[in-house]
């Protein structure tokens, strides 16, 4: 009886959904809106376009500006960030003494669940959309996005889809954070059992993660739209760059994974709430398994494909040369991102399946391997006999090819069967992937936060911390991911609150880790949140005298433009109605100059 | 076309993705050989698929990047990547890309000067660097601190 009311509520909620839609259609002819030429928000080429922003708040809730959006997705990966790694740093004291002591065991399990969700989807997806929207468009020579207010609306997704997933910590009555680990493995996350996990809490983390997948995918279609038609008209296939390169297979990832998350998530929605049995019956855990994982593995290269071409990018400007078989990269970006929807079973190695399948993807997994060394050899001969240049930003690439070294060799052994069925579930995976999640996307991602500094905010940082950041940072993700390494090869399970007093050593020299990159990161927040509002103003377009060296690259000649029309630096008021939309500011800009 | 299109050096180019390609027609053939687990017409057939489809995206995938990438280098000027759209960006004097595939070329330096660089690899860089970035060192930051200070 019960279902029955809440089924017409529901079908009274989809009813009133649909006539929302269609008065928003009727209400307003949003075809009115669409550019006049070129795909452009505002024809920005034109110089008018400054005029067009409010100032203060409302321009960054209004704004369709795709640089504006890319520092509004940079505040929000950010954010996210500090709220994942503090979480973890919680994880990390209560796993000093063997026992329970700081903080519940279903808490540290909700707190794990919550920093895998928060560091894959809230920091990961979006500070590389930080990064993308604010560059592709200028490395281009496009006006702006394809589609600047679809681009606006995947952004403001994002805040409600965090506030969804972090619900359960928020003091509401009756929910509690969801306890499944990011893999949300059935029948555990269908409610089933003797467990909390029929609460509310998980469904509306659900919804967070549905929302933050629909997100990705506006995204993606935007830039995908993007780099095919607005490219400039010299940027050919031939000219285009190599993080350009990576955001469009990046793109085209998440096109075809986040689609079918969205949709297991929606099968495993009905099978709590309805009554179906997608995941609950018979199979039902190796379904869900092979659904997540064909999402899931693709989402790994979702996630690094982009750092790589940052790494890729920052590398050869501070070698003083060329990246070493640029299309090689470009080619073996191409076939990651194939080859990675091929070997999601072997996250599955353990559950008993056909060994001939378990072999077919073994293969692939270790043909995918190819690829990713043949970057990383790419990027180590850059770097051999070049002019080195060990600014910080360099040392974030440096950092990441080191760390994406132990982490892809250690990912090679167990994509090989007997040994992960060995290692299969105990902390040596979670070493390997922190390897490349933390020490590798991380790193990619300080590493252009540092380069293009000067680009965004028109101010230098401070070298003596961003060094120390980096050092803190470096030291401290070896300390801990290779004591997990370590932890793992000793047996130490996984996902564990509580463990056997024979790895307290290990954990706890973890912990110094996790505590020291607690410390360079909070360097780095000093630095970046200071040195924007104080730093050293930027006079020259070419901070990193990359046109000594031949190197200067379409984005800082934008920058240049932008400093020799003497228009905002990025930071005060007075000039914030001088920021223009993107593309060219031409003659009429000079009229501002000197206001 | 195709020939011309998929020329020594664009094939060169493409080997990286070849390497994959024959682990997975390794992979094939092993299994097809030996088959330890014996064979079974739906385990198998999956098995084989698994590989299969890979291999034939991955192949046309490569075709038709190659394709691309290679077609508008002919069709139109090369510049060194995220330059095209530079002020004043000189195109690359040749027609394909870095020469660091190429040991015998001499394009390694950041832009192609002409002045008849005949070493290998390594020895074009020392040159072109030396040059280039004995003042750039970490100056930007430097003076940023300085100044910031």
């Known amino acids: 009886m019960e279902v029955n009311g809440q089924l017409a509520l529901t079908v009274l909620m989809g009813l009133f959904l649909v006539a929302v839609a269609a008065w928003l259609a009727r209400v307003e002819n949003w075809r009115s809106y669409t550019p006049v030429a070129g795909g452009g928000a505002f024809g920005q080429k034109d110089s008018y376009g400054s005029e067009e922003k409010p100032s203060g708040v409302i321009r960054w809730l209004t704004t369709v500006d795709h640089k504006d959006i890319g520092i509004l997705y940079g505040a929000y990966g950010l954010i996210a960030f500090a709220v994942g790694g503090l979480m973890v740093v919680v994880m990390r004291i209560e796993l000093i003494d063997p026992g329970m002591s700081l903080i519940s065991n279903t808490f540290y399990n909700s707190l794990l669940t919550s920093h895998g969700i928060t560091m894959l989807f809230l920091f990961g997806t979006p500070i590389i959309a930080a990064f993308s929207n604010y560059l592709v468009p200028l490395l281009i020579g496009a006006d702006d996005m394809a589609f600047p207010r679809i681009n606006a609306i995947a952004f403001w997704l994002l805040p409600p889809a965090a506030l969804l997933i972090w619900a359960g910590f928020f003091p509401l009555p009756d929910v509690i954070p969801a306890q499944t680990a990011w893999t949300m493995y059935t029948p555990l996350s269908t409610g089933a059992g003797a467990g909390n996990q029929a609460n509310a809490g998980v469904d509306l983390m659900l919804l967070g993660l549905h929302l933050s997948g629909v997100s990705a995918t506006m995204g993606a279609i935007n830039f995908i739209a993007t780099i095919f038609t607005e490219r400039g008209d010299d940027v050919s296939w031939a000219n285009l760059d190599i993080f350009s390169w990576t955001i469009l297979t990046q793109s085209g990832l998440i096109l075809f994974a986040f689609p079918l998350l969205g949709s297991a998530i929606v099968m495993l929605l009905f099978d709590r709430n309805f009554g179906t049995a997608f995941f609950s019956g018979e199979g039902g855990a190796i379904l869900w398994q092979h659904l997540f994982w064909f999402f899931g593995h693709p989402e790994v290269y979702i996630l690094v494909l982009p750092p790589m071409g940052i790494v890729s990018y920052v590398i050869p400007r501070f070698s003083g040369r060329r990246l070493f078989g640029f299309k090689f990269v470009v080619y073996s970006t191409l076939a990651i991102g194939v080859l990675s929807f091929g070997v999601w079973a072997h996250h599955m190695f353990a559950t008993g399946m056909d060994p001939r399948l378990r072999a077919s993807f073994m293969a692939v997994s270790l043909a995918i391997a190819i690829p990713s060394a043949v970057k990383t050899f790419n990027w180590i001969t850059t770097m051999w006999n070049g002019r080195v240049r060990l600014t910080t930003p360099m040392l974030f690439s440096v950092g990441f090819v080191s760390n994406f070294i132990i982490g892809g060799v250690t990912g090679v052994f167990l994509a090989s069967i007997p040994v992960d069925l060995v290692l299969h579930d105990t902390y040596y995976v979670v070493g390997h992937f922190h390897y490349v999640v933390m020490g590798a996307i991380a790193f990619a991602g300080f590493s252009g936060l540092y380069y293009w500094f000067p680009l965004y905010t028109g101010r230098m940082y401070q070298k003596t911390l961003g060094k120390a950041h980096f050092w803190l940072s470096m030291i401290g993700t070896n300390i801990t991911f290779f004591a997990m390494i370590l932890l793992g090869y000793g047996g130490m399970p996984r996902r564990y609150a509580t463990f056997l007093p024979q790895f307290a050593t290990l954990h706890q020299l973890a912990t110094v880790g996790a505590l020291l990159l607690l410390v360079g990161q909070i360097i780095f927040v000093w630095n970046f949140v200071q040195s924007w509002l104080e730093g050293p103003e930027i006079e020259d377009g070419d901070p990193w005298n990359l046109r000594q060296s031949g190197l200067y690259t379409a984005e800082w000649d934008w920058f240049d433009q932008k400093q020799q029309t003497a228009i905002a630096d990025g930071g005060d008021p007075d000039d914030e109605t001088a920021l223009t939309d993107g593309g060219h500011v031409d003659e009429p800009a000079d009229d501002r100059s000197d206001a | ?149």
């Open chain 2, 1 to 149: 076309m195709a020939n011309k299109i998929f020329d020594r050096d664009t094939l060169l180019d493409l080997t990286v993705n070849v390497v994959p390609l024959f682990i997975i027609a390794f992979f094939v053939v092993a299994f097809a050989v030996l088959s330890p687990f014996g064979i079974d017409p739906l385990a198998s057939s999956i098995q084989f698929g698994l590989l299969a489809v890979p291999f034939v995206l991955l192949a046309i995938l490569t075709y038709f990047a190659g394709r691309a990438v290679a077609g508008s280098e002919q069709s139109g000027e090369v510049y060194l990547p995220g330059q095209a759209g530079v002020r004043g960006a000189k195109p690359l004097e040749e027609d394909h890309g870095p020469a660091a595939i190429d040991p015998e070329s001499t394009d390694d330096a950041p832009e192609v000067e002409g002045d008849g660089e005949d070493d290998a690899d390594g020895d074009a860089e020392d040159d072109a660097d030396g040059d280039a970035e004995d003042d750039a060192d970490g100056d930007a930051e430097d003076d940023a601190d300085t100044k910031d200070a």
